[in-house]
């Protein structure tokens, strides 16, 4: 009764994935690759029996209902709309896309097609010490009950190793391809930061840099990296406007030599404070009696996957997230006896393609703002962009597939994805 799933991407997410499918039910029918020889590889490795370079002769196989797209950013919009054009399913990879106007496509296509599922890959809003928090915060257990209050204070720190593999020169070394500390990690924390608050930024001050600018690839030398690897930014979220607004702060730093991963998510409120730590939810509360603050573990991550992640760098938090995205995912499609097809409410966590388009305008906000060194005002689009946009937006558009024409045109050079 589980739709057939078509995989478009063969990088380390798909290899990550693919097990994590099998384990809920799933059937993985077919593999899309950049090349056919990429597509033929992974096929192989993962035990899928169609593989192809087309892009349609996946989209077009009457068993695949579902397609789970984890290719390099600058594809997610083309794949996206086409198969919700035709009647699939739609999971999307982060960065959902590279400009808003690709992401505004994809939030028309998913609202002309309602009665299809169109959500993005933020898998930190599905791991259980994150679900705890959210339920804590609006039993009241930082302030009065409800979403957060408009003094609450958000830290969020994560350290961990390189986001690109240096043996291999590929997309992930690029900014402008979607690569870098900011795109893959920072459009998380955005979208965790509204799950948890329900609220949206509403200006930025960001610092992004690039501090391992060369990197040495076997075969090809030593290569520039334009990826960032350190970026330090802080929200102000919209409030109601009688007190001052939430702030919200983010450390991200891919330095660690050893590839460990370190995650710590705090929110403060005026009754005491909540921290995520890994996968561990730890809750002080202060007594209003007493003035004492009072620890106390609220949730712990005793849960283990059901496969080996050792040969994977992607951190365990956002692989269990995953796993638990997937099992909603299965819910949604088991059989009902009073809907036929789907059903929402296992999936009503999940991010939408509208979440994707407020990350990718908070992302282009941030990178303004480095940019020119100011507070930056966090602009969504919301209309198809004018004559001179779309003449910006193409200049954008031709330097980017220069740059994707220089990497294709050298083999050596890799197309796989991160997490």
Known sequence: MLPGIGMFGTGEVTHVLVPIL?????????????????????????????????????????????????CPPFLHSQISVKALGIGKHVVCDKPMTLMQSDALKMVRASQYYPTLISIVNHSLRFLPAIAHMKRVIQEGYIGPPGPCLDQTL??????????????????????????????????????????????????????????????????????????????????????????SSALVTVNINCHESNNAFQQEVVIYGPAGHLTVRGGD?????????????????????????QFSTSDTTLPRPYVKGLCKLVGALRDAFHPNKESAGWIKEPVQAAATFEDGLYVQAVLDAIRKSSNERCWTKVNVCTESPTNQQKQNVLANAAARIASVSAIRADPSINHTGYF
């Open 22 to 70: 099998r384990d809920k039910g799933f059937n993985i029918v077919a593999i899309w690759g950049r090349t056919g020889k990429e597509a033929e590889q992974a096929a192989l490795e993962l035990k899928i029996p169609f593989h192809t370079a087309k892009i349609d002769d996946v989209l077009l196989r009457k068993d695949v209902d579902l397609v789970f797209i984890t």
């Open 154 to 243: 958000i830290d969020v720190k994560v350290r961990m190793g390189p986001l690109f593999n240096r043996k291999r020169y590929d997309w992930l070394c690029d900014e402008s391809m979607g690569g870098g500390a900011l795109n893959l990690v920072g459009s998380h924390v955005i979208d965790l930061v509204k799950f948890l608050t329900e609220r949206k930024a509403v200006r930025v001050h960001g610092t992004v840099r690039t501090y391992a600018m060369y990197a040495s690839h076997s075969h090809t030398g030593i290569r520039r990296v334009a990826a960032p690897d350190v970026c330090t930014f802080q929200m102000e979220l919209e409030s109601d406007g009688s007190t």
């Open 281 to 305: 939810l730890v809750g002080h509360r202060l007594n209003a009696d007493t003035g004492a603050i009072k620890e106390e573990m609220l949730y712990v991550d005793v849960q283990d996957l």
